[in-house]
């Protein structure tokens, strides 16, 4: 089934670039949020595999990211990445006729976007799905201290984001094929690491409690994000039903890890749930 790809503008005037397929039949929207420094283009594989499913699916660049507008790596207020969700779900609303309630699916930073969004939005959400989401940076705690001033100092100053490839993938070619990738960044500036923090607190706090279920699947060996942070936050979860699944020996890209078949069996069927 083709895919649509096309510009829509947010409530805020940026331009988000995206990808759509129609379903066939499936019931909700399967809507995709890629993680920091990626693109909607390393999910084209996930349109073919869970096709089965009949549903429509979406993805969009996040701004500042792929081909969305927006300055590279930098947020003024992470709310804006919830408003982008909002604005293009309008938009595949009014231009595809797409309804409530959705199927939301956040890898990494976009598992921390989708969650907050999710949990402001309830009544739109059928199920959460994250795959090593980011409730935990492994930063030094001095490091972490450190961010606040950098942030009032210098927010928009550029730095070398600390993801070491390797660490993505046991995969040898995906980890030359995302280093070889032009569209993806590799940097990070004091704002956006700062208002990423301000939401790891939000969830690090007290108990999360959703209307509606969610499903963890994340890797052992990570070393992007803290696993013991993802259980914390499990574990303070209230859901009608939830589930964590960890994927031995996996890195974090569990989706392009050598045992991905694994990943994208149980991601089917919690989606098909």
């Not at 984001?161 to 960044?185: C, F, G, K, M, S």
């Amino acid at each position: 089934m083709a895919i649509e790809e096309g510009l829509c503008w947010t409530r805020g005037g940026e331009r988000l670039f995206y990808r759509f397929q129609p379903g066939s039949g499936g019931k909700n929207l399967i809507l995709f949020i890629h993680g920091h420094g990626e693109h909607s283009g390393r999910y084209l594989k996930f349109f073919t595999l869970l096709q089965d499913l009949r549903c429509p699916m979406a993805i969009f660049d996040l701004r500042g990211s792929g081909r969305s507008s927006g300055a590279p790596v930098y947020i003024s207020r992470f709310e804006e990445y919830l408003e982008d969700i909002s604005s293009f779900l309008d938009f595949l609303k009014s231009r595809y006729q797409i309804q409530s309630p959705v199927s939301l699916v956040g890898h990494s930073l976009g598992g921390l976007i989708a969650t907050a969004w999710a949990r402001e939005n309830a009544q739109a959400i059928s199920k959460l799905i994250l795959s090593s989401p980011l409730f935990g940076i492994p930063m030094a705690p001095a490091l972490q201290a450190l961010v606040p001033v950098l942030n009032r100092l210098a927010p928009r100053f550029v730095i070398k984001n600390p993801v070491y490839p390797p660490y993505l993938t046991h995969d040898r070619e995906e980890v030359e094929r995302y280093r070889r990738d032009p569209l993806i960044q590799r940097t990070i500036t004091p704002r956006l690491t700062y208002e990423m923090l301000r939401y790891i607190h939000i969830f690090q706090k007290g108990e999360a409690s959703f209307s509606f279920p969610v499903y963890i699947l994340m890797a052992e060996e990570d070393y992007v994000v803290v696993p013991e942070a993802t259980q914390r936050f499990f574990d303070r979860l209230r859901a009608p039903e939830k589930k964590l699944e960890v994927f031995r020996g996996f890195y974090h890209e569990i989706f392009n890890e050598l045992g991905q078949d694994q990943a994208f069996e149980r991601l089917r069927y919690y989606l098909g749930r």
